[in-house]
């Protein structure tokens, strides 16, 4: 029974990320099927609650892009870029992190990545070194993100043990942001000159640094304050308890629920977003952001209602084989890199495992120090930033190597994990959490 429910959901995982899209999540939700036919295997329940909450983030970085925000940071991002051109290989990752930390999708990455590619060419440094840390980068900053889809699962695990959202912070962001700089300390000591095979174009001209129309600057500077102004709010009302409204039913004071506060919150700002810059809401679904983001919403409702199926129907297979080979707290890192492999899912691998960890006993401080790990959605070269990457270094140096593992995103994503989660263990170990 395990063997066969592992097939499905590999065999589902493997071409949903091959046919993207939709995909995803028809297959996940055939694969359930098959999981109540062939298997006799109840269903675990649909994630409801975390479709709720991504719904309510893509409204946001939908209102947000159609008031020019997420342009506006994507030309700043190029800006940045283009003014150290020969430092791009450590300038490109830290842009890219902070443009998807802010834009609460990986996804945002298509923008800039062609820009990396060209600048990168033009002064003669490899592409494949600044493009795999900054898709990597992505990945981190998406998981660090107070309104992505990963944070809204995260946050809900985490919370029923306690863990509040302003502590996850206090450990994923300077986590994830020392895993990227090892990693690119790393890959600097790789050689950055362009090799001999390599095709590089030469450009008679170049290219002008974009420019910001005044009024449209100012409507995007407009959105970005409110994003950032309700961001700060979901994380103020969740950690701090009299900023919470609260009713008394029956003589009892009940106060607003925690899952409730990042829906309500995002709604709310893509609201205020929308009537402050004059936003039509036809824009709002016209938008790429919030195309890529419905896409997203629907992928994990079946993939993770899929994984969460199988871990739910082999719980007892799986809790044995963990207590028995994997019985260390930190090696939940490495269950949690696997799971990312199989899933191609960063939001659904923290949807599947973390409740086997909590079934374990595991303490919750070591899953969070643990939570990096999820990124390890690119060991298997078919996630779509990768793929980007790939397309639009013409060089050919960002590659898929002959043995499939052996790819350009390999070394900069293990360090960055590996850098990642040993911070984060330091950090639940000194600050006594």
């Not at 790789?190 to 600057?217: D, Y």
């Not at 919150?265 to 936003?279: D, G, K, N, Y």
């Not at 129907?313 to 019985?327: A, D, G, K, R």
Request: charged share 10%; proline share 6%.
């Amino acid at each position: 029974m395990f063997l066969i429910g592992l097939s499905i959901l590999l065999l589902a995982s493997f071409l949903g990320s091959r046919l993207q899209g939709m995909s995803l999540s028809m297959l996940g939700g055939l694969g359930v099927w098959l999981f109540m036919f062939v298997l006799n295997a109840p269903p675990a329940d649909p994630p409801f609650q975390i479709m709720l909450c991504i719904a309510a983030v893509v409204a946001a970085v939908g209102t947000i892009e159609a008031a020019g925000g997420l342009s506006y940071l994507v030309q700043l991002a190029e800006l940045c870029i283009r003014k150290h051109p020969r430092s791009i290989i450590y300038i490109s990752p830290m842009v890219t992190y902070a443009i998807t930390f802010l834009g609460g999708t990986n996804h945002i990455a298509y923008s800039i990545l062609p820009v990396i590619a060209e600048v990168s060419k033009e002064v003669g440094i490899r592409p494949e070194r600044p493009l795999s840390l900054s898709v990597i980068a992505a990945l981190h900053g998406a998981l660090a993100s107070p309104i992505s889809a990963i944070m809204v699962i995260l946050s809900g695990l985490l919370r029923v043990s306690g863990i509040e959202m302003v502590t996850i912070f206090k450990v994923i962001i300077p986590s994830t942001v020392g895993g990227l700089l090892l990693a690119t300390f790393v890959t600097s000591l790789l050689s950055k000159t362009m090799p001999a095979t390599s095709t590089v174009t030469e450009k008679t001209t170049t290219a002008a640094a974009p420019t910001l129309l005044p009024f449209g600057a100012r409507v995007a500077k407009h959105s970005i304050v409110c994003f950032l102004l309700g961001s700060l709010a979901i994380v103020l009302i969740d950690a701090l308890q009299c900023l919470r409204p609260s009713w008394e039913i029956n003589g009892i004071k009940v106060l607003l629920p925690s899952d409730y506060i990042m829906p309500l919150v995002m709604l709310s700002t893509a609201a205020s977003i929308m009537l402050l810059c004059r936003i039509s809401p036809k824009s709002i679904t016209r938008g790429k952001a919030f195309t890529a983001g419905i896409q997203g919403m629907f992928s994990i409702l079946g993939i993770a209602w899929l994984s969460s199926t199988f871990v739910q129907s082999n719980q007892p297979v799986l809790l044995e084989f963990i207590s028995t080979y994997l019985s260390k707290p930190w090696q939940f890192s490495i269950i949690l890199i696997c799971m990312a492999a199989i899933m191609g899912s960063s939001a659904a691998t923290i949807k599947s495992v973390f409740p086997l960890g909590i079934a374990l006993g595991i303490p919750p401080k070591v899953l969070l120090a643990s939570a990096a790990a999820v990124n390890g959605v690119f060991i298997i070269p078919i996630y779509p930033t990768m793929l980007a990457a790939i397309h639009l270094d013409t060089t050919g140096t960002t590659r898929i190597g002959k043995f499939l593992f052996n790819h350009s995103f390999m070394l900069p994503g293990l360090v960055s994990i590996a850098g990642a989660v040993g911070i984060g263990f330091f950090l639940i170990c000194i600050g006594g959490l």
